[in-house]
């Protein structure tokens, strides 16, 4: 894993709406440092560096360059989104010690096509993503690879069967990641329409001409 460099600017004042979107205007986004024993700090940094980084890995080392030529290593811990126009409006960089094992997600690359799928015509479910590793800064994967491409229909992936030397999979071991199903299985999992309505509805029916017949009866039984 290479380190990147990244200029940040000290921010003195909180994070109020106008303030943020001040930042926002100018082509910055805020953001706050914390961790490693230190106090926490606001920054901002650059929209367009950031993106950059982002692309071509989520996971980089980071320098974070400040104006007072301080600086820390980070690796970036949350990004926050506006709901509605999916721009970053807020990251947190985390401090890290290169000589500390960290735990970090990390996206999971699956390659070719399941024999399950391709052959068979079979169904593949994908239920995770990601996984959460622990390892050293250095060895952070861009990525976990998989390949699916020889799963058969009953075949499945599942946390503990990954092995990794570098890195530990923080993980659930039964966790499934993978698997291949028939399109039988499928059409069994879809909840059935429920019939009983039509059942209750003549189940009232009865119950209301039950009912009437015995009110008749005791009218019959006072006219006598």
Same mark, same amino acid.
């Given at each position: ?63 974070? *360059? ?20 999916? *721009? ?126 015995? *009110? ?9």
């Amino acid at each position: 894993m290479k380190t990147v460099f990244l200029n940040a600017s000290l921010r003195e004042k909180s994070g109020t709406r106008s303030v943020l979107r001040d930042i926002r205007n100018k082509g910055f986004v805020a953001g706050v440092v914390y961790g490693g024993n230190k106090s926490p700090i606001n920054v901002s940094v650059n929209l367009k560096d950031l993106l950059k980084i982002i692309k071509e890995s989520r996971n980089s080392l980071i320098t974070l *360059k400040m104006e007072n030529d301080s600086e820390d290593l980070v690796i970036i811990k949350e990004i926050q989104k506006d709901v509605v126009t999916d *721009k970053i409006i807020h990251v947190d960089f985390s401090r890290i010690s290169t000589d500390r094992k960290i735990d970090i997600k990390v996206p999971i690359k699956f390659i070719g096509e399941p024999y399950g799928v391709k052959t068979q015509g079979g169904i593949a479910e994908y239920d995770m993503r990601e996984l959460t590793v622990r390892c050293f800064p250095s060895d952070i994967p861009d990525e976990i690879t998989i390949d699916v491409s020889s799963l058969k229909i009953g075949d499945s992936i599942r946390v503990k069967d990954l092995k990794f030397d570098k890195f530990e999979i923080r993980e659930n071991p039964e966790n499934l990641i993978v698997s291949i199903i028939s399109t039988s299985e499928e059409a069994e999992s879809v909840p059935q329409a429920q019939p009983s309505q039509p059942e209750v509805i003549e189940k009232g029916k009865k119950a209301e001409a039950e009912e009437g017949a015995k *009110k008749e009866e005791k009218k019959e039984e006072k006219k006598k």
